[in-house]
């Protein structure tokens, strides 16, 4: 049976969006960037062993290797070590406005680099999930009391920059490598330079090897790191960047599901406002694009 490349973009969602939960929980039993690299490390070791069960062979070529390391470089090292570092100077709703913006940002790269095509109905879908994500974020940034700086804007602004430039790589190593191999390989790149990070700045052993910490990093790793990266790659082989990334929209939204749920947080009109906004977006944003349009059918016809 082959799954939709957008019901695959929503499970890669969901998965993404329960790793913020995982990560406050583990960040109160290890230091941010070694935290994050043993993230890394775990995750693309998983998949790189996945690959070899497969038999899949090894990536060739400098160009292929160059599109891995930037991949890596981008998605893993500097999206990791923004998204981590972040959280210590930004207010969560600030934070998620500003990442709402990746979709934009990977939008123009792919019309650029890749020479994708969205399309004024595609482009306002996305400006449509940005303003959706803005809603329900902004009473929470006011509510923050400013808890913000320059610098955090600056470290959240990066990592959203460098999940868009490695959604640009991944997509032209879709047809290319294996999924499990490209994406523990990108893995395991971006995790050198947070280890080295990690080494210099933080004492690696000060983890505290608690139950919760190993839950936190092995629900982080497996499901929320290998599973989704490899789902992602299968997407981006059929969906183009601009269309998949519209599903980051989606992310806040399940967020702001899970603590309605869990925790008891409240369904405000704007939460509601800016869901329906956001998934009004992504339809929009990803919607497959008509060969042809009727005008142009009835003059075929005729």
Known sequence: MIVSPRIL??????LWASCYPLITLGLAYAPHLTFAALRAVLAGSVLIGV???RRAAL???????????????????IGYFGMFHAAEFVSPGLATVIESLQPLIAAVLAVVFLRERLGPIGWFGLCLGVGGVALIAIPRVLASGGGSTAFGLVLVIMATSGVAVGNIAIKSLAMRVDAAMAMGLQLLVGAIPISILAFATESPTAIDWSPQFIISLLGLALPGTALAYWLWQVTLQSLDVSKAAAFSFLVPIIGVSIGALFFSEPLTINVIGGGALAAIGIYLASRPRSETSPLMSAKKEA
């Open 59 to 77: 990536p060739r070529g400098w160009t292929v290797w160059g599109w891995i390391t930037l991949a890596g470089l981008g998605m893993t090292g």
């Open 9 to 14: 973009a929503a499970i890669v969602m969901v």
């Open 51 to 53: 690959a070899a069960l």
